[in-house]
């Protein structure tokens, strides 16, 4: 057994949007559906804050597997931000498919605080996703981002979705 299979823990980050996907987790938690342990919840107020960087390092830091959970498509508390989240996956997943990093890897999933069931259900399926990734891959994945590092190019140089999108409302003391 080489030092990299010994020191290898198997973990899932699961970047999770307040009012919706963590409130599933937390109803998968409290009716203690049964999902695997080495899940990583971060709760964020919204998965269309989820940098693509943040992917990136859960990857360079040794995750197997990431998922980006939010609001229902149309039912987000900030309005279109999962529109944001779907868009940013969908590069993530052409970088990723470019580096020889499997796109698989990255799940999206729209999670509403109701769905308790439907979270432990999707964490174990991810589970097994995970199952099917090996040291010598997450190995190639760290060096891979790390040559990427290395030749310059940033998170925010390879995803130009925009960071936010402002809207000036019409003054409507003007006549």
């Excluded at 963590?22 to 999902?35: I, K």
């Excluded at 609001?71 to 969908?90: G, L, M, P, V």
């Excluded at 981002?145 to 809207?167: C, I």
Aim: aromatic residues 8%; glycine residues 6%; hydrophobic residues 35%.
């Amino acid at each position: 057994m080489s030092a990299a299979e010994m020191e290898f823990e198997p973990k899932i980050v699961a970047f999770c949007c307040n009012w919706c996907s963590y409130a599933g987790a937390d109803l998968a938690g409290t009716s203690r559906f049964q999902y695997p342990p080495n899940v990583r919840i971060i709760r964020v107020m919204c998965s269309g804050r989820v940098d693509p960087s943040f992917v990136i390092e859960a990857f360079k830091k040794g995750a197997d597997g990431v998922i980006v959970a939010g609001c229902h498509i149309n039912d987000c508390h900030y309005i279109s931000a999962n529109h944001w989240t779907k868009r940013r996956a969908e590069k993530l997943w052409t970088r990723m498919k470019k580096l020889g990093i499997r796109p698989e890897r990255l799940q999206l999933e729209w999670i509403s605080a109701a769905e308790g069931p439907r979270f432990a259900q999707i964490m174990r399926n991810l589970e097994k996703m995970r199952q099917e990734v090996t040291a010598d891959e997450i190995q190639h994945t760290r060096k891979v981002l790390a040559e990427q590092r290395r030749k310059g190019k940033s998170s925010a140089e390879q995803d130009e979705t925009p960071q936010h999108e402002t809207v000036i409302p019409a003054d409507s003391s003007a006549a």
